[in-house]
């Protein structure tokens, strides 16, 4: 069982709707969780990260991590053509070293 | 443009073959670190290195190797060659090692192994 599940998709939806991404994980040592977005050829981006439990807001995207449930969800308001993406999942633990553990990525295609 | 540099872009190579992929971190940023996707097998740490040490290994193969140079450029070899090797080789780097640095995503290197 991998540490860190993702549905890979692929998710389609119609432009403006609010999309749902979200991981689960096993390891509760996790306590930094981010959001990257990974345009089709190019590398990773730091959407959002989040420092344990909690909602995080960024324009038109909402973090949130339920550590209870070992869960954390990307929320994305008004979504656009531009979002089109894969989204992956990160986590981290204090560890001293920085070995970011990803989901699978979730492919997102918004539809105009 | 994240500012870290990787080439080449795209390499093609035989099985048993050899190759050495090359990155430059940002500006100012002391730890490398790298990893490759592959569609099975997702996103994988394999290595880190702050200010020329290894700091840290993931599930990096013996075939494998790395290191960080004193200008803080990083070099990653891939030896013996197997057709499974064939993946996307990023580098990302970040100002320091230790808690939560954001790591910054080179654009890759598009490894194929034939």
């Known amino acids: 069982q991998k540490e860190v599940e993702q549905d890979p998709g692929p998710l389609s939806v119609p432009e403006g709707a609010i999309v749902s991404l979200n991981c689960t994980y096993s390891?509760?040592?996790?306590?930094?969780f981010m959001w990257y977005r990974q345009y089709s050829r190019k590398g990773p981006e730091l959407l959002m990260y989040t420092y344990s439990s909690g909602n995080k807001e960024d324009g038109r995207f909402t973090a949130q991590v339920d550590k209870s449930s070992k869960y954390i969800s990307l929320f994305i308001r008004d979504s656009q053509p531009s979002d089109s993406a894969t989204y992956l999942c990160?986590?981290?633990?204090?560890?001293?070293?920085?070995?970011?553990?990803f989901g699978q990525g979730t492919r997102l295609t918004i539809n105009p | 443009d994240s500012g870290v540099t990787q080439t080449p872009k795209h390499l093609i190579t035989a099985t048993g073959q050899r190759v050495t992929l090359r990155c430059s971190p940002r500006?100012?940023?002391?730890?490398v670190y790298w990893y490759q996707q592959s569609l099975d097998q997702g996103l994988q740490f394999l290595i880190q290195?702050?200010?020329?040490?290894?700091?840290a290994k993931g599930n990096i193969l013996e075939r494998f190797s790395a290191q960080q140079f004193p200008d803080l450029h990083s070099e990653l070899n891939l030896s013996s060659l197997e057709l499974g090797d064939s993946a996307l080789y990023f580098c990302a780097s970040s100002v320091e090692a230790s808690f939560y640095n954001e790591q910054f995503f080179g654009p890759g290197t598009r490894l194929t192994v034939l």
């Open positions: 390891n509760s040592a996790f306590q930094y």
């Open positions: 290195y702050y200010n020329g040490e290894e700091r």
């Open positions: 500006s100012g940023d002391l730890s």
């Open positions: 990160a986590m981290l633990g204090i560890q001293g070293a920085q070995k970011l553990v």
